[in-house]
């Protein structure tokens, strides 16, 4: 899933997302589990998961409310 080395940690995490999305597993308009969740889930910080949500909102495959 995760590979030390390659992208940046947060960009990995992004396109994780965008393929979730991509596949069906994350419905369009679906609302994600809580931040804390999410990250404790992914086994990363939440720090770097607000980077990951930031790219997607960037990239206009999220909207944050």
Do not use: C, N, Y
């Amino acid at each position: 899933m995760l590979s030390p080395g390659s992208l940046p940690l947060f960009l990995q995490i992004s396109e994780l997302l965008i393929r979730d999305i991509a596949s069906g597993r994350l419905i369009d308009g679906e609302k994600l589990p809580p931040e804390r969740e999410m990250a404790a889930e992914l086994g990363i910080s939440l720090g770097t998961l607000r980077q990951a949500l930031k790219e997607l909102v960037a990239k206009g495959m999220l909207v944050r409310v």
